[in-house]
């Protein structure tokens, strides 16, 4: 398959550790955040989505937090598997500018070791 | 149920050619984005379209145009290709618009030689 990101950022974590991946945004009008994994030779995957109204929410092993205050948000997996290597992306949009236009961070690459 | 699905795959193209690349949404999504995504980078929106009408456009040249017709399905063409237009060419498709789940294709490579 095809290389997603050749020179992204990457964080290595061995298999059962708990991940923790973060972005910064940029716009601070964005109301409504997403995180998606992309596989080698794949589309984005949608994890998980936040609003601006919360700081917290939690899926099936991940956990996104949200500081509007510094524009950071992080996704957080628990017990890291194989599956779980892929190229991970923040999104925003900003729902009052009447678009649904995603602007894409610039991905960090997940390894997972034995 | 089928997902997105685009075609084709992957596709080369010489420079000052131009080129199709189709995409059908899930059954029953009214809304179509495609967005570029050059190798190391995240996508970049190219256009949206809802209820057949467009709804965003990115900061692309007038080479590239699209357009989605009332099954739909959408189309991106791209005219006088230049190298700089080598790229995974995504589609994603939503249920409504605002604010609402996205999702991806397996995207279009394009190579342009």
């Known amino acids: 398959g095809e290389s997603v990101g050749l020179h992204l950022p990457t964080l290595s974590v061995q298999e059962g550790d708990n991940s923790i991946i973060n972005c910064a945004y940029s716009?601070?009008?964005?109301?409504?955040f997403i995180w998606y994994k992309q596989e080698s030779g794949k589309g984005p995957q949608f994890i998980i989505d936040?609003?601006?109204?919360?700081d917290k929410r939690q899926g099936q092993r991940v956990t996104v937090l949200l500081n509007k205050t510094v524009k950071h948000l992080s996704l957080q997996i628990a017990a890291t598997q194989p599956g779980d290597s892929a190229v991970y992306f923040c999104?925003?949009?900003?729902?009052?500018?009447?678009?649904?236009?995603?602007?894409f961070g610039t991905g960090t690459r997940l390894q997972v070791f034995p | 149920d089928a997902g997105v699905t685009q075609s084709p795959t992957h596709l080369i193209k010489t420079r000052g050619q131009q080129v199709t690349l189709r995409c059908s949404p899930i059954?029953?999504?009214?809304?179509v984005s495609w967005y570029q995504q050059v190798l190391g980078q995240g996508p970049q929106f190219i256009f949206q379209?809802?209820?057949?009408?467009?709804?965003g456009r990115g900061n692309f040249p007038d080479r590239f145009s699209a357009r989605q017709f009332p099954n739909y399905s959408s189309e991106l063409n791209v005219n006088a290709l230049l190298l700089g237009d080598s790229a995974l060419y995504l589609c994603?498709?939503?249920?409504?618009?605002?604010?609402?789940?996205?999702?991806f294709g397996q995207g279009t490579r394009l190579t342009v030689v």
């Open positions: 994603a498709s939503s249920l409504e618009w605002g604010g609402a789940e996205a999702f």
């Open positions: 716009n601070s009008a964005s109301d409504y």
């Open positions: 936040i609003r601006s109204n919360m």
């Open positions: 999104a925003e949009i900003s729902t009052p500018t009447n678009t649904d236009k995603l602007i």
């Open positions: 059954s029953g999504h009214k809304s």
């Open positions: 379209y809802y209820e057949k009408e467009e709804r």
